[in-house]
């Protein structure tokens, strides 16, 4: 980490209140921390518009009942496999399994791999969370 630099911030009353409340709520213990990592998520946000390396998870949820289900997620995910760091599989229930995908790679390939699985029938929901590939802020 660099050396800290100090910097006012002048915010209306209201506004405070609610940015003190937010991040009470969140179990920060000081405002600077929590201004950190609001900038760094806009960082981030940045990289993945732009098309930056990015590492995230790719979670969903599907019927495993579902033959195309089955048959189709294992070949998206050997298509991508040079951005697929590890996959997990659990069993929810009787008809649902939950799949958690780590990837890393170019945002526009990850993108990719949660879009192409999202779109396979019987997967009923997926979400893509990304971060930082790990470089110093």
């Not at 732009?50 to 579902?66: C, F, N, P, Q, S």
């Not at 189709?72 to 760091?85: A, F, K, M, N, V």
Request: proline share 2%; charged share 25%; aromatic share 6%.
């Amino acid at each position: 980490m660099g050396k800290l630099t100090r910097f006012g911030v002048s915010l209306e009353g209201g506004l405070l209140r609610k940015f003190d409340a937010f991040i009470g709520a969140a179990g920060y213990s000081n405002r600077s921390k929590a201004i950190a990592d609001l900038i760094c998520k806009e960082f981030v946000a940045d990289v993945f518009k732009k098309g930056g390396r990015v590492a995230g998870a790719v979670t969903m949820v599907y019927d495993h009942h579902r033959r195309e289900v089955v048959s189709r997620l294992p070949d998206i995910q050997h298509d991508h496999g040079g951005i697929i760091i590890s996959a997990q599989h659990v069993h929810l229930d009787h008809d649902n399994c939950l799949e958690i995908i780590a990837v890393k790679g170019p945002a526009a390939e990850v993108k990719e791999l949660a879009d192409s699985l999202k779109s396979v029938k019987g997967v009923k929901h997926t979400t893509l969370s990304v971060t930082s590939a790990g470089k110093p802020r």
